[in-house]
């Protein structure tokens, strides 16, 4: 018998303010944060390594400290488990972290208290793969599925989708899946780059980096906008110019705008013939997405990175508020919201392109597209998986992307480990990097 | 000059789970308790007393200590502030909180990082008002339509209310407000009771309570329900028959229902004549509680306690999604954001009748719907303040609720201020009410 002994978090945070690294309209100066987590237990992998479960939240600075005591405070639910029992009920575990009903209040569902659920949750899903010695995406794809309806949350979500309708789809995908584990080794997973597009770059590394993107093999690119119309027409025709007319090109407001403000300001920017428009207004606001969706077309519509649960998800694909869904691994509660939400978009023919970035979560989401490719929707047509490329060296087992795409990863478990020595240094506030700040 | 010196932040909580206090169908033991803020300063009031600003967020138990934390993390926006800096521009104050990107990050604009926002906010407008020394209604009824119009923050709503919009509202209000500061101060504001409903209480302690809250005024009752039908059904027998009539009978469910399951047993209490169902879903789902509505019709649908902040308001009255707005003073970004949801609320006609109970959420609500009724809505009708009549003692100014009315309060601020002993005995985890539990 193995259980979870140990639950430790660490506020590691990186200093990307310093470079304008992650700029945008809505965030002049993030610094990317990790509120890493550990589950540690008195048991080994079949490899003779400790076993253990890493995952993280990731926020963009102040407030990571916050985001590690909600972490902390979730230890009564961890440390005591069987992780036998654990790695048969991922969906019972999630559940109960979830309804916990003193902690519920704090969100619900939603914001640091379900990012400190989701944390825990994925970290979870980290052990019970690595306990199996296989990648998390492979773990997820060598489930059936009744195990996958099993894992998946329907309170609140019934109205647009019941366990029925997710085992039917998911059976419907069965039989096939391997081949499209065969084709996902070959052929990897389509990427797209953001990392030449942050709004604090000049115009002259904006257009270095475009047509190094293509170069790179992306199939798209995307651009922060927002602050200023006259600047973006100029950044996009500097960005269009650099990547021809073949290439994808994307742009992001982060937020900033209202709703009649973003109507007005996607149809100036239409003619760069726009892959999509990301984030055009508040999240929250489903009503105006669709609003915008329809005012806007045909530039599609996309957001999700800060989609807090599966209930907003649900909202948004009723009320044809999105043309792509951006799930991000870190925002939710775990792999078993995002499963959720992989299911909702299929059930609705939404094609899901993840939100990643920041720190780890290219490593982490990835394992989402995959399994959504194998045993979801199937497809890959219009999607693909964010990339940037940066902070990816602090990882064990980092991303790869060549020619444009991501190769499936090899390693076992989530991909969200981090080298000890990065965690050391970067310690906030008594890290070497932030001790002389 | 004053100047704020030092912020405080205690984890006070009270042990309200071991009489079933508070207990309903999705939260069965909650341990009330507050995340309780201080703003110290380096003055004095006109009457000689040390001036400073108290207010709190409102949690029922585990993960209080994070919400403290959260608060805590907000100390370098306020110390260091020139009261008099302040006490001018309480819009501009709340929205550098709001606006500071890294903390929005961990939210946006919800879950535990907004509610830390609200509670130092409303500590905010504490000060201020006791600075000026008189209860915060008046503070607000005070303030000229544009004063008000400068402290709500817009972003993300005007395309459902524009600054104009709200200014032509408060304007066509002012000539008349000072006959209803006078009808207030006569006649109070009406209040219902929560008290007799809790899912814990047998039906012996049920009735009683019933017929108690008829013969103490109240024009209303609520009682918890969802856990099971029979039981549903036989306790609003219960309760219908203790109060007769011409009280009114309003449920409340929690958010434990699927909406097609939130249809069904609505229907099926309905002959009970009901006040309105509270809560029939998940907080989030706009969609959700527009369907219910139309479903349930005429029983009027009732939301709000969980409404993360003025962008869901927006759009729950944008789909026609509830009838009656429950406003809480410590669920969102403070004053400042339920003085948008009152503007919001009035320009769709809808009523708003406020969440209290818990810790201080009576206390410190009680002024904002004085203050919707003096400048913003003008009406009454249809109107109540929730009210449940446990943990008062612990405030150094209470709420006085007489034949079922609210009595203006007359002290100065928020009221939102406990006794020092009150926070040394529940200090959590060490103070004496905990130490040996």
């Known amino acids: 018998m193995t259980t979870i002994t140990t639950l430790e978090v660490f506020d590691v945070r990186f200093p990307t303010s310093r470079l304008l690294d992650g700029s945008d ?34 926020t963009i600075g102040r407030g990571n400290d916050v985001q590690v005591a909600a972490i902390r405070a979730m230890a009564g639910h961890v440390v005591g488990v069987d992780v036998d029992e654990l790695a048969a009920d991922l969906g019972g575990f999630a559940r109960r972290l979830v309804r916990d009903s003193q902690f519920r209040w704090l969100g619900p569902e939603k914001g640091i208290a379900h990012m400190a659920v989701g944390a825990i949750v994925n970290a979870a899903w980290d052990l019970a793969a690595r306990r199996a010695g296989v990648p998390l995406w492979r773990f997820l794809a060598a489930m059936s599925p009744r195990e996958i309806v099993d894992v998946v949350d329907f309170r609140h979500i019934s109205d647009a989708l019941s366990p029925d309708e997710a085992l039917d789809l998911l059976t419907a995908m069965a039989p096939t899946r391997a081949a499209r584990m065969a084709e996902l080794e ?43 119309l006259a600047t973006d027409q100029r950044r996009l025709r500097i960005a269009r110019s650099a990547i021809g007319e073949h290439t994808g090109l994307a742009i992001d407001a982060n937020q900033i705008w209202d709703v009649d403000e973003a109507i007005q300001w996607v149809n100036a920017l239409a003619h760069h013939d726009l892959a999509w428009i990301e984030e055009p207004t508040n999240p929250d606001d489903v009503l105006g ?10 530039v599609p519509v996309a957001t999700g990175e800060h989609m807090h649960n599966r209930v ?31 299911l909702l978009a299929a059930k609705f023919g939404v094609r899901v392109c993840p939100h990643a970035g920041g720190v780890g979560l290219c490593e982490m989401v990835q394992h989402l597209s995959l399994f959504d490719f194998v045993s979801v929707s199937g497809s890959m047509e219009g999607r693909m998986i964010e990339h940037v490329d940066h902070l990816h060296e602090h ?43």
């Open 25 to 58: 309209a809505m965030n002049p100066d993030p610094d990317y944060s990790a509120a890493y987590a550990v589950l540690g237990t008195d048991g080994g992998t079949a490899d003779g390594q400790a076993l253990d479960g890493h995952a993280l939240a990731f």
């Open 395 to 437: 990882f064990v087992d980092p991303v790869t992307v060549v020619n444009g795409r991501y190769r499936v990863p090899a390693g076992h478990g989530l991909n969200a480990r981090m080298h000890p020595a990065t965690i050391e240094r970067h310690l906030f506030p008594d890290g070497a990097e932030w001790r002389n700040t």
């Open 186 to 228: 070959a052929v990897g997973y389509p990427a797209y780059t953001t990392g030449a597009g942050w709004l604090g770059y000049d115009d002259a590394k904006l257009e270095r980096l475009a047509a190094e993107a293509v170069a790179q093999g992306y199939c798209q690119i995307k651009l922060k906008v927002g602050a200023d």
């Open 289 to 298: 997405h669709a609003r915008i969706r329809r005012a806007v077309a045909p």
């Open 312 to 342: 907003m998800a649900k909202q948004f694909l009723q009320a044809g508020a999105l043309d792509v869904l951006q799930i991000d691994a870190a925002r939710v509660g775990g792999v078993n919201e995002n499963v959720a939400m992989l």
